[in-house]
């Protein structure tokens, strides 16, 4: 791109610009929506991964700001994925503290088969 004269050197500012604009894009998704590596090369198979990732990623944003909680995005996805499968209402799981959330980690897990 530099090596081409016939542009002008605002518009070689403008490509580099854009360019650096994407590169910091992919590092946010990567840091963000944890892809560390794309599973495809072509462009649907990125788009798809992406979207993907912003669909998981965008309601833990909007419940982090709806309900103004304390900690990270990436704190809250860990207590998600803790507790994913336990029986307390997500407004219950993020008020309760650091005593309050190992003691329930340490329950027994349910029974799925009672006789």
Not at 24 to 52: D, H, R
Request: with cysteine; glycine share 2%.
């Amino acid at each position: 791109m530099t090596n081409n004269f016939s542009l002008a050197a605002s518009t070689i500012a403008h490509v580099y610009k854009a360019r650096w604009q994407i590169e910091i894009f992919f590092k946010w998704i990567k840091q963000n929506l944890k892809i560390k590596t794309f599973l495809g090369t072509s462009p649907n198979a990125v788009m798809t991964q992406v979207w993907t990732a912003m669909c998981y990623y965008l309601p833990l944003a909007y419940i982090k700001y709806q309900t103004k909680y304390r900690f990270s995005i990436f704190y809250l996805h860990r207590i998600v994925r803790e507790m994913l499968m336990e029986r307390i209402s997500l407004i219950d799981l993020l008020n309760l503290n650091e005593t309050g959330l190992a003691r329930l980690r340490c329950q027994e897990p349910p029974l799925l088969f009672q006789v």
